[in-house]
């Protein structure tokens, strides 16, 4: 049993109790023999037959040669490959298509666990430099590293904090502007991953000397990308704080003035410049996104004074990208991907042809190259990578991942439930064909539903053995998610979470009701978000599920704000500082639901020490009250040492994490342990 406590915070003039307030601190030697005891536990319950099968299944299928879709630059391509021994990627580049792949970055054996990781990398304009940030132990507080490609050396300079950092290289490679977050020491600890800023960094000069662009007395939790225009006049700051809107400052690097484009309007926007105009798709008056365009001369007229390129169309408008002469557009159709190309002047090209229930698997193009590649995935093949050859005009298979599975033996299908409210909410399901609707079928319901993100059809080689014994996994696209624009988003968010939870719920009681499975033969996962989402589920509705996996979550939905970069969801969740919101978060919060004598279904949470995204405090106090409210609570914590949210772990773990998730859910759902 874990220890309690008798704190009790006042809040808004409501008292909520935290009994597990100790828990919070990582750096506490009574914690971390917690974590250690917590650990031992899990793995004398989940390290058994199961996990020894699956791990030696999971090592033979990630035993595969991935790569990322090469990036052209003047007859260059830079790209990413594991070999199927590494454990990380490797950066790469090569001259033609034909060239010899050479190395430019080898993360694999730079420290003990191979969690060193390559975070983001951006060629320069002409291909002689490139621009890579490196993190290690799961951290994604990257350090910016540039290599003469030519000459295969790195440069002197290297910048520190630089968190995904957006990187827009001048024409001329003399340097580049790019976003950089505070150095360790000059802001309030725990806030190091916030105040971003945009820097222009000169190569051959000291990074600690680099000039300030924006970001003076801005808010702390501004999240900032760029784009650049290609003579380089212009620099595009697109500047938010939330997941519904953001606004757009131009930097004319001429005057150094920065000037508003789209500021304090309630919709997203997002600028390209292209050689002889401007183009920005948005969802401002179109839900599902429409593309405006104007020249340089207009650049500062009104949004009403814009042109329309793309009229905005019945589905929504995912992606897009630019080539020399050509606009390659993702449309997500009932959440499955369609391409259409288009030319400069918004004219309907092509089609480009995608299997049925397959999405685009990223698009890699220049604005000043014809030439690009895409790839496509689906939920029976790993993504396979096109190749669109401008002297041709003909797209072609440039290469393609390796399949430890035969397509044709299994089935896809999406189906759609009504929601607790009578929406309409569509479910992708896959098994293996064959399949007995006898209500005994070990099931796994997947959901998000949050912060715009879409979930579409995607390759899970994590969960082959799974889907190979019989089970099924489903994925729901509840609202909260952005798979039908952004009225689809707010109706899941803030004021309306409950409905992304109702919504997951209702989908739980489809599966049932149409014999896929049952009570006792049905689990649930999601991550992060998606933590939350089963967390609270199975607090709510501890009836209709058995068994739950909740990864890397949040579930203290009155404190989360405290904690690193969390200050930024509140636009999603709520603000508990505020009463209202704060009445509202406390009918859902899973941390503050759970209620003595209740037979929860059983739980396993997974986090991980270095996790700087979602603290793993959240995963700590939720396991402490859920084994603390009866004896009949089967509740697992298992946290990885040396790891973060998720972003550039090495195989290892990865196989390490879904084998124990793997074996807790074989255990509760009764999966055969044959295939």
Known sequence: MTKKENIVDEICGIKVPDPFRWLEDSESVEVKDWIKNQNKRTDADLRQGHFKIFSAELVKNFKVTTFSNPVPVRGRYFYTERQPDDDQAVLYVKKGLDGDSVVLFNPNGKRAGNTVTIDYWTPSRTGKYIAYGISMGGDEMSVIYIKDVETNKELTENIVN??????????????????????????????????????????????DNDELIFGADRPKDDMISLTLSLDDKYLGIQVSQEWTKNDIYIYESLTKKTKPLVVGIPAHFSLSFLKDKVVMDTNYQANNFKVLWTTYDCLYNTLDQWNVLIPEREYLLEAIRFTKSRILVEYLVDVCSEAIIFDYEGKEIEKVPLPKYSSLAGASSQREEEEFFYGVESFVFPKIIYRYDPETKQYSEYRKIANPIKPEDYEVKQEWYLSKDGTKVPMFIFHKKGLNLDSSNPTLLYGYGGFNHCETP??????????????????????????????????GIYKNKQNSFDDFISAGGYLISRKYTSREKLGIIGGSNGGLLVSVVGVQRPDLFKAICSRVPLTDMVRFPKFGMAIRWVHEYGNSNLKEDLERILTWSPYHNVK????????????????????????????????????????????????????????????????????????????????
């Open 162 to 207: 630089c968190r995904y950092a957006s990187i827009q290289w001048l024409a001329d490679d003399s340097g580049f502007y790019y976003t950089r977050n505070p150095r360790p020491g000059t802001v309030t600890k725990g806030e190091e991953s916030l105040h971003t800023k945009v820097f222009f960094h000169k190569l051959g000069s000291n990074p």
């Open 596 to 675: 003595e004598g209740i037979k929860y279904p059983d739980f396993l949470f997974t986090t991980a020490d270095k996790d700087t995204r979602v603290d793993p405090l959240h995963a700590r106090k939720m396991t402490a009250m859920l084994q603390g409210v009866n004896k009949e609570n089967e509740v697992h914590l298992f946290t990885e040492m040396d790891a973060g949210h998720g972003s550039g772990k090495p195989v290892v773990k990865i196989v390490e994490n879904q084998a124990l998730i793997l074996s807790f859910f074989a255990q509760e759902l009764g999966l055969e342990d044959s295939k």
């Open 458 to 491: 995607s390759f899970m080689r994590n969960w082959v053995p799974w889907i190979e014994r019989g089970g099924i996994f489903a994925i729901a696209n509840i609202r909260g998610g952005g798979e039908f624009g952004d009225k689809w988003h707010k109706a």
